[in-house]
């Protein structure tokens, strides 16, 4: 009896996806397919290829494992076609089924080829919502309309209501305010020692999978071992624990700081988890609200932590579905320089970038703070082409979709949607970097000055970066501010200023691509110290 085809892709990896719902095991079969297209669309690091293709694996495991019949189609299978669409077309051929049920996709580019899969395969393709995220993305469109501003804070106010996280019986936020953000912008204090990190040794089938990528992808920026993920949904919940008893305490207030050799500090490390399906936003959210209630976090860490969820990650997907595909194309500011190499090599003098870019290759994970205000607080400064950004952030990390990479650096970081998402841009000169991080001490350039050979970069770019922009950006009344600082700059550091930046940015070279070589070590990798690991075997 023919039944129903269900293809699941690498980033649905849930037990309770929708397109799994209603699944009848004696005749239905369950679609995963490894292809060469999603490995190759950027050129993703070698860990974020090892955490997909190990998760898909685990995840047809433990199906089969319960009675249901998968078909998984790995990525050296001989006759693999090297896209979804083609893997569809012959698992169609395969099984022969009435109609294929699959859930609505994370990135535009994939959403533009599922619409013609009914088409192409001459069965009925019913496309479900994906409901693991608490805002879909017509609730978000009715929200949005007629608003002249789409900020975050009041979404993330109606996302509170509608869902009663923190709030007090009679409907108010815990607390009596909504966020508490300025409570979590302190520096780490001398003698805090961050939790060690929670690893999970590879078993059997992520060995396989480790092999496969270290063969065939050796040339891609970034470290494949040692490969610390989680590839289960059990381990996955074990690391989310890991956080909640060890650092979820200090993360509200610790949150913006950076720290030479500590990749991870007080962050949960989840994002790939949630995004991939391992982790569910839903329980998450919940069991931080819980430790809260039992008097075991304080309120500015609960919060701090459910509105990166629960406000941000909906946000940016909310906006990312009403916006694409034309969001992806603005430049507003006209940034045009190409990426330097070194986002490639992670060899450069300013200890701040050598840092985030030597750990974004070992560990294809980076802190919000050391994203927004590190890589992308250079790329904005130096004027860096949007697309080529936009690119090496969704090769670099293993919790990078489009859905919620790009507008995180379209918008929060580039600018370059115009103020769709944030009401200025958010630059900084290296007294932000000194003030929230170890880096600058360990520097060869001095943070506190703004010109000549030894200055901070950061500083004179800064400045340049104001004055280049000063026609888009000195009526807006959040930099008014600044510009009147600027002002107040004698003519001559001006010149001197311009000078040093135009000098700087003709000697960072360009590279459209990473480096076909295996790079050498990170510069910094030998001075930072590792830092302490659990190892667990893998759940
Ligand atoms: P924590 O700091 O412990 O935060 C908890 C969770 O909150 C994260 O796991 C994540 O799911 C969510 N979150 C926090 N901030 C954001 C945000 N701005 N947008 C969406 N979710 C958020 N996040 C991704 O998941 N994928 C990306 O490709 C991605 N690209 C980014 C690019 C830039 C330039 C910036 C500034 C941010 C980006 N983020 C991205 C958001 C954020 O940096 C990561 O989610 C976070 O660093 C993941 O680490 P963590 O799990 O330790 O997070
Ligand atoms: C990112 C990724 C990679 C590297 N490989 C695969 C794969 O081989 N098979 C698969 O189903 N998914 C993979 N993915 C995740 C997809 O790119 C993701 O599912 C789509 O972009 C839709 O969001
Ligand atoms: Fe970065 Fe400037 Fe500090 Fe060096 S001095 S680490 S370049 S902010």
């Not at 520096?187 to 929670?198: M, Q, W």
């Not at 070992?362 to 703070?369: G, L």
């Not at 003519?491 to 930046?501: E, G, K, L, N, S």
């Amino acid at each position: 009896m023919p039944g129903t085809l269900r293809f699941v892709l690498g980033d649905q990896l849930s037990r309770g996806i929708s397109s799994l719902r209603g699944l009848d095991p004696a005749a239905d079969t369950v679609l995963l397919a490894e292809v060469a297209a999603e490995t190759e669309y950027v050129p993703h690091h070698p860990k974020k290829i090892a955490l997909i293709l190990a998760a898909m694996r685990h995840f047809s495991a433990a199906l089969r494992a319960d009675g249901v019949r998968v078909d998984h189609v790995r990525l050296d299978d001989p006759g693999n076609s090297g896209s979804f669409r083609g893997e569809l077309l012959r698992a169609v051929e395969r099984h022969r089924p009435d109609r294929v049920v699959v859930t609505f996709p994370g990135e535009w580019r994939v959403w533009t080829d599922m619409k013609g899969w009914e088409a192409a395969a001459g069965v009925p393709v019913e496309i479900r919502d994906d409901d693991r995220f608490f805002c879909p993305p017509r609730r978000f469109r009715a929200w949005a309309a007629g608003r002249r501003q789409l900020r975050m804070e009041f979404f993330y106010r109606e996302m509170r209501r509608e869902t009663g996280l923190l709030l007090t019986p009679d409907g108010e936020p815990e607390g009596g305010a909504w966020n508490y953000d300025t409570d979590n912008r302190k520096p780490l204090p001398r003698g805090l020692e961050p939790p060690p990190r929670f690893d999970v040794r590879p078993d059997a089938l992520t060995a396989e999978v480790l092999a496969l990528v270290r063969a065939r992808f050796a040339e891609r920026f970034g470290e494949l071992e040692p490969f610390r993920f989680a590839v289960t949904a059990a381990g996955a919940e074990a690391a989310f624990e890991h956080f909640v008893r060890h650092a979820l305490r200090h993360f509200g207030d610790y949150q913006d700081a950076m720290a030479a050799g500590q990749d991870t500090l007080f962050h949960a490390v989840i994002s790939p988890y949630l995004n991939i399906g391992l982790l569910d936003p839903r329980a998450v959210c919940r069991r931080v609200e819980a430790e809260y209630r039992a008097g075991r976090v304080p309120l500015n860490a609960a919060e701090g932590f459910i509105r990166q969820i629960l406000g941000w990650r909906e946000y940016v997907r909310g906006l990312y579905w009403l916006r694409m595909p034309d969001y992806a194309e603005t430049n507003a500011l006209g940034a045009v320089r190409d990426l330097p190499p070194f986002f490639w090599t992670g060899e450069t003098p300013m200890t701040c970038l050598r840092e985030v870019i030597g750990q974004t290759r070992r560990e294809a994970y980076a802190h919000h703070i050391q994203r927004l205000m590190v890589t992308g607080n250079f790329a904005l400064l130096a004027g860096l082409a949007p697309r080529q950004v936009e690119e090496w952030y969704l090769a670099v990390y293993a919790d990078a979709f489009d859905w919620v990479e790009l507008p995180n650096v379209h918008g929060m970081v580039l600018h370059a949607d115009g103020g769709v998402m944030a009401s200025k841009p958010y630059a900084a000169s290296g007294k932000y970097i000194d003030r929230m991080s170890d880096y600058c001490g360990r520097c060869r350039f001095d943070v506190r000055r703004t010109t000549g050979a030894d200055a901070c970069p950061l500083n004179f770019l800064y400045w340049t970066f104001l004055m280049d922009q000063r026609e888009r950006l000195q009526g807006n009344p959040r930099m008014a501010m600044i510009y009147r600082t600027l002002d107040r700059m004698a003519p001559a550091t001006r010149d001197a200023v311009r000078a040093d930046a135009a000098r700087f940015l003709a000697g960072l070279g360009s590279a459209s691509g990473p480096p076909s070589d295996p790079p050498s070590d990170p510069p910094s990798a030998a001075a930072s110290p590792v830092q302490p690991s659990l190892l667990e075997k893998d759940a």
